[in-house]
T-cell receptor, first 113, second 113 residues
Framework: DAGVIQSPRHEVTEMGQEVTLRCKPI?????LFWYRQTMMRGLELLIY????????DSGMPEDRFSAKMPNASFSTLKIQPSEPRDSAVYFC???????????FGSGTRLTVV | SQKIEQNSEALNIQEGKTATLTCNYT??????LQWYRQDPGRGPVFLLL?????KEKRKERLKVTFDTTLKQSLFHITASQPADSATYLC????????????FGDGTTLTVKP
């Protein structure tokens, strides 16, 4: 397996633009997580899915953020409109049954100017 | 409020010595605790998971202990090597929401030859 695949690796966008981050989890994993990492706040859980259903989105900063998982092999995190304070590295991770350790993707480094 | 604290931001040790990293928590009823390694520019990599009813777990040169009375986990790397230099993160999951893992800020370990 190629692991968790995220795209793009880097994204630079202007304030106010829509940004879509993509994730392909490991086949057979039934949990998918979106995390955000910054120097100030560390690694924060934004939302997680179980069997494609959002379970906990309490970490989503505000309504500008939305996440979907239309099927077991694909998820998106969308920011609309983007702001400079959204600049961070966004990680997607997947897990089997949520208890056997997470496999993280390489992350998307988002810069909003 | 809930808090996860990792002993220090940075730990420097000599090659061959044992590195001991600490993860303390407050106001959690943990179901299990995980340790991850993160190298610069990469996503965290899962190392070990220990459940709340387990006292100790080992994997090669790694050992994790979990004391729910002290609310503390210790992570040991024996016979440390320069290649062990990285940031190590602990993550807690609660029994009430086992799919949701909250990460500490990490400890950056440097092993000097």
């Amino acid at each position: 397996d190629a692991g968790v695949i995220q795209s793009p690796r880097h994204e630079v966008t202007e304030m106010g633009q829509e940004v879509t981050l993509r994730c392909k989890p490991i086949s057979g994993h039934d949990y998918l997580f979106w995390y955000r990492q910054t120097m100030m706040r560390g690694l924060e859980l934004l939302i997680y899915f179980n069997n494609n259903v959002p379970i906990d989105d309490s970490g989503m900063p505000e309504d500008r953020f939305s996440a979907k998982m239309p099927n077991a092999s694909f998820s998106t995190l969308k920011i609309q409109p983007s702001e400079p304070r959204d600049s961070a590295v966004y990680f997607c991770a997947s897990s089997f049954e949520g208890v056997y350790g997470y496999t993280f993707g390489s992350g998307t480094r988002l810069t909003v100017v | 409020s809930q808090k996860i604290e990792q002993n220090s931001e940075a730990l420097n040790i000599q090659e061959g010595k044992t590195a001991t990293l600490t993860c303390n928590y407050t106001n959690y009823s943990p179901a299990y605790l995980q340790w991850y390694r993160q190298d610069p520019g990469r996503g965290p990599v899962f190392l070990l998971l220990i459940r709340e009813n387990e006292k100790e777990k080992r994997k090669e040169r790694l050992k994790v202990t979990f004391d729910t009375t002290l609310k503390q986990s210790l992570f040991h790397i024996t016979a440390s090597q320069p290649a062990d230099s990285a940031t190590y993160l602990c993550a807690l999951s609660e029994s009430t929401n086992a799919g949701k893992s909250t990460f500490g800020d990490g400890t950056t370990l440097t092993v000097k030859p």
